[in-house]
């Protein structure tokens, strides 16, 4: 079969596209024929090596252990383990695995769902990682309820485009924060209000909102707490990183403190693997409340240039690998 790999870190120059031994089964696994996978920062974080913890997940430090790239799959149930019961040959599934940029992968029956009839492979495969961000950030995190105020900061990419939409699902009143060129999409999606952030900065305005999902980390705590209602959240999940990250680690400790302090509340949001959170979004797709943005998409031998254009940071929903 063919599969992305690499054995060391860097560019995506370091991938490679070549034939490798078909994966064997577990009694616990099921092997999916993939028909799709999406890209994440998750995925170049790992290709680069970049923050250095990410190598101890890796299992190398001066190299990768483990070659195979990609995390969010969606395709059809090719065999299924002895000690199998949900899934039987031939399933459309969605969920998280490792190596999902390949023609096949192995998925524990914990990370996988069963991929509504009237989504697509590439929707479905959109979805674990930004969605799991977004509806853990929006609800476990920000404790978000119907009527409440919400602003999504960076409503264009691919965890606001799922932000937006699950924060709509909830109910509630939802502001995105774009740029020009996204306005009406993040708009077509279900934002109430939409803000430019060439013309306007959001910190400087007079709404307020009992929750903020931070997608982008360009603005401190200190300073969107201007913005938020007196018990408002702000939920942090993403920005820049430095390869030791002193920095977010600095900024996060300092908003943590000032937190303990002050009646609004900082916290930050890392996504986990959750079947009953797939189940959710499958039903909420299913439904029409939440349909994935998709801006690109690249075959199984192109992943080095989908994640260089993910890199370049203007992404408008998600990218996908899609496999024929």
């Known amino acids: 079969m063919k599969a992305i790999s690499y054995n060391r870190y860097g560019s995506p120059d370091v991938l490679k596209c070549e034939e490798v031994r ?53 395709g059809e149930i090719e065999a299924v383990g002895r000690n199998i019961t949900q899934f039987k040959p031939g399933d459309g599934v969605f969920g998280s695995c490792k190596g999902a940029f390949a023609e096949y992968a192995c998925a524990s029956e914990s ?128 920005g820049t990183s430095d390869n030791w990250m002193i920095g977010p680690l600095t900024r996060a400790i300092k908003a943590l403190v000032l937190s303990w302090f002050v009646s609004q509340k900082q916290v930050m949001v890392l996504a986990k693997p959750s079947k009953e959170d797939l189940t959710i979004m499958g039903e909420l797709m299913a439904t029409g409340k939440v349909t994935p943005v998709i801006d690109k998409r690249y075959s199984l031998s192109q992943v080095p240039d989908a994640i260089r254009y993910l890199e370049a940071g203007h992404a408008r929903g998600k990218v996908v690998i899609t496999l024929e």
Not at 115 to 142: C, M, W, Y
Not at 157 to 173: L, N, R
């Open 22 to 74: 078909k994966l064997a089964v577990g009694d616990n696994e099921v092997l999916i024929r993939v028909r799709a996978a999406a890209v994440n920062p998750y995925d170049w974080h790992f290709m680069r090596g970049e923050p250095y913890p990410v190598r101890i997940a890796a299992g190398g430090l001066r190299k990768p252990k483990d070659s195979r790239l990609g995390a969010d799959v969606a």
């Open 111 to 238: 990370k996988l769902a069963m991929k509504p009839d009237n989504v697509t492979f590439e929707q479905a495969a959109s979805v674990p990682i930004a969605a799991f961000t977004a509806l853990q950030g929006l609800r476990d995190k920000g404790r978000l309820q119907p009527g409440q105020k919400v602003l999504v900061n960076g409503a264009a990419g691919g965890v606001g485009t799922f932000a937006v939409q699950i924060a709509k699902s909830f109910g509630a009143e939802v502001t995105g924060v774009c740029s020009t060129r996204n306005v009406e999409m993040v708009r077509s999606i279900g934002a109430d209000q939409v803000v430019d952030y060439t013309q306007e900065n959001f910190i400087k305005s007079a709404r307020r909102y009992d929750v903020i999902l931070d997608c982008v980390g360009n603005h401190s705590f200190s300073e969107c707490r201007r913005v938020l209602n007196p018990r408002g959240i702000y939920v942090g999940a993403g």
